[in-house]
């Protein structure tokens, strides 16, 4: 049956996330820090509405781009949120996640040969999503000095003739970095020089804890080659809901409700209804989860602070990425035996791609009691390590 599998999928590399799961799976009283879902439960006024839609019998097709009041009620969001217009009727297209709407986004651009730039480390469908749309795939490698922001000189460097589409994540998965409004203005720069599309993943947008979140289609000239990527899994605890958005030029909006036409049709009605009440009377909820993820951020790195373990400060989402490299293995070993030993579950860097090597990723998604059991068990694996350190003289 080999002969009949497209080569180009059975290159791709399953995902390292999964694969770390299924080892977990396997061993009772784990504590997991790795899974990226918020732990509230969508907030009741916005599920009643969805109960209530299914009682009034909304139970049928939308259109293919998605419910007139939701794709209003996304551009109110919009410049509510980042002072951007766009028109209802033709520069929005909802979708089934926002892990769809990057999907076709890319097949709606791509010719085979064309290269994306993606930043890493990055969230794990970006490479795989690229490659099937028929892109050559070239990766920036962030840097931990820099807060793993991109840079326009890494920009640059990165761009070719054949360079076509920037697909970039900020606030970032894994990292919890951001890019401000001024680190934006330089890329932007880069894009406008070089003639490239963003695609922009801001599925996070709502999770900055230093001031409000800045979208690369807010500054002037990008707007028109910007595809914005969001949706409601994390900013509403939406996540079993499955529903995102994309937003940009409509020429490219068009062709990708073609594509979304002919594979999907539109996205569940139930979970749009759920979305037009998220969007109108859900700010008070967003507020709550991101006062109650900050306050878990802060107690995070003051635990690694304790534990001599190092980390940067991320700005948003909802992870942490510590520095494991002192510890002379690779991430994957290290989350092998913390998993082995403590039974903690965390993600190991290198699932995001090589630049993550040396870092594992932990999420805080998760309530503060869970978070202090766990890194109790963290500080004791951290003990142990650098006491077989000591006893065989190895400098860390």
Known sequence: MRNFLAKKVLD?????????????????GCISLGVGEPDFDTPWHIREEGIYSLERGKTHYTSNAG?????????????RKNNLDYKWDSDVLVTVGGSEAIDIALRAMIEDGDEVIITTPCYVSYEPCAIMAGAKVKTIPLKNENEFRLTAKELE????PKSKILLMNFPNNPTGAIMERKDLEEIAKVVIEHDLVVISDEIYSELTYFGNHVSIAEIPG?????????????????TGWRLGFAVGPSEIIRQM???????????????????????????????????AYDERRR???YRFKEMGLPCFTPKGAFYVFPDIRKFGMSSEEFAIKLLKEQKVVVVPGSAFGESGEGFIRISYAYSIDDLKKALARVEEFIKTLKWFLRTWNVKF
Do not use: W
Not at 67 to 79: A, G, S, V
Not at 157 to 160: L, W
């Open 12 to 28: 791709l590399k399953p995902s390292g996330i999964r694969k770390f799961f299924d080892i977990a799976s396997e061993i009772e």
């Open 67 to 79: 419910l007139k009041d939701l794709r209003i009620e996304i551009c109110n969001y919009l410049k």
């Open 157 to 160: 460097e990165a761009i070719t």
């Open 222 to 238: 990008m707007k028109e080659r910007t595809i914005l990527i969001n949706g409601f899994s994390k900013s509403y605890a939406m």
């Open 257 to 291: 409700i073609k594509i979304h036409q002919f594979c999907i049709m539109c996205a569940p009605i139930t979970s749009q209804h759920a979305a037009v009440e998220a969007l109108r009377n859900g700010d008070s909820d967003v507020t709550y989860m991101r006062e």
């Open 299 to 301: 107690y995070l790195l």
